[in-house]
């Protein structure tokens, strides 16, 4: 059984920064996709980013201001986030995947706010 617990969600300002950190525990293997996806109030929850192994896979809307990363001893997955926006205001969920077997997390909320 695979468990994970975020952390790392607020409250901040437009322009601002947050780390989100995703522990995982279980049977982890790098080789599945370990990531982050979000949903927004009344919209479709959506990729934010995911890595499998060494490879990174962004959704469009973060590129650039977003950054994953893996700490494959911790079994544990970051999702830095700068120049936040408004719109990046969600729920985000930490994600690992075995083949079709799609685990979550609880989610942790960021709310991009003035």
């Known amino acids: 059984q695979v468990q994970l617990v975020e952390s790392g969600g607020g409250l901040v300002q437009p322009g601002g920064s947050l780390r989100l950190s995703c522990a995982a525990s279980?049977?982890?293997?790098?080789?599945?996709?370990m990531g982050w996806y979000r949903q927004a109030p009344g919209k479709q929850r959506e990729l934010v980013a995911t890595?499998?192994?060494?490879?990174?896979n962004y959704g469009d809307s973060v590129k650039g201001r977003f950054t994953i990363s893996r700490d494959n001893a911790k079994n544990t997955v970051y999702l830095q986030m700068n120049s936040l926006k408004p719109e990046d205001t969600a729920v985000y969920y930490c994600?690992?995947?075995?083949?079709?077997?799609?685990?979550w997390g609880q989610g942790t909320q960021v709310t991009v706010s003035s």
């Open positions: 994600n690992y995947r075995i083949v079709t077997i799609d685990y």
């Open positions: 279980g049977r982890i293997f790098s080789i599945n996709p």
């Open positions: 890595m499998t192994g060494g490879m990174t």
